[in-house]
């Protein structure tokens, strides 16, 4: 996004570059109001600004007054790629969860057992021959799993900018909670004589990009994953 602004302001049209994008996630796509805050700089009509910065973005965008909605294909995918995502230097609590009662009502245990679950279902679709698929966000449970996966970045960064790790902590709560209600109403993996099919590879994808935010959650406040409790 700032990319693209300063791309702007090289070739002249624009004048200034701000420090942030300000971006919002909601069901998969990004939005901003960074093209108002310049227009109210450059002393320009907000929509005209707007589709300066779109011109240039490489994901599809649109522009109404002034507000810019980006959409981001392929974000479980991305996430499932990438070992990395959304890595930050978040001060490391002395400590985290406690590990018992092992039952929802302890957000460790909650936490922990949405790992377990992520990487289960890679393991039995792996034997089942089960192979990742492109996920596009389906019913309301997994476009809001989607965008708390997309949140996550700005959360660990959040974190480590305030030096606070609960903040950390509570995302991965939310994450873990929307996901066991993924992992019990919308399964991932075939159901007695049920044929495998393209939403079972969907939902691996889905499982794997939990499996990397979890995963790198738990690593990040000092703690190692385990794919069994």
């Not at 476009?143 to 660990?156: A, E, H, K, S």
């Not at 873990?176 to 044929?195: I, N, Q, S």
């Amino acid at each position: 996004m700032l990319a693209a602004v300063a791309a702007a302001r090289d070739a002249g049209e624009l004048s200034r570059v701000p420090g942030d994008a300000l971006l919002t996630c909601a069901n998969g796509s990004y939005g901003t109001p960074l093209a108002l805050r310049l227009a109210a700089a450059e002393g320009r009509p907000a929509e005209e600004v707007a589709r300066l910065i779109a011109e240039r973005l490489p994901l599809r965008s649109e522009t109404r007054g002034g507000f810019l909605t980006i959409t981001a294909p392929g974000l479980a995918e991305g996430i499932a790629a990438d070992s990395g995502y959304g890595r930050a230097a978040v001060p490391r609590p002395d400590s985290t969860w406690p590990d018992r009662p092992r039952t929802f009502g302890n957000p460790g245990f909650s936490v922990r057992y949405a790992y377990v679950r992520a990487a289960s279902v890679r393991r039995q679709g792996t034997d089942l021959g089960i192979a990742a698929g492109p996920h596009e966000a389906g019913g309301p449970l997994e476009v809001r799993l989607l965008d708390l996966l997309g949140d996550f970045p700005g959360r660990t960064a959040q974190a480590a900018r305030e030096g606070d790790a609960g903040v950390l902590k509570r995302h991965l709560e939310r994450v873990a909670e929307a996901y066991h209600d993924v992992y019990e109403r919308c399964p991932a993996l075939p159901c007695g004589d049920e044929e495998p099919a393209p939403r079972h590879g969907a939902r691996r994808t889905l499982a794997e990009a939990v499996r990397t935010t979890i995963g790198n959650g738990l690593y990040m406040l000092g703690e190692t994953p385990r794919e069994r409790l």
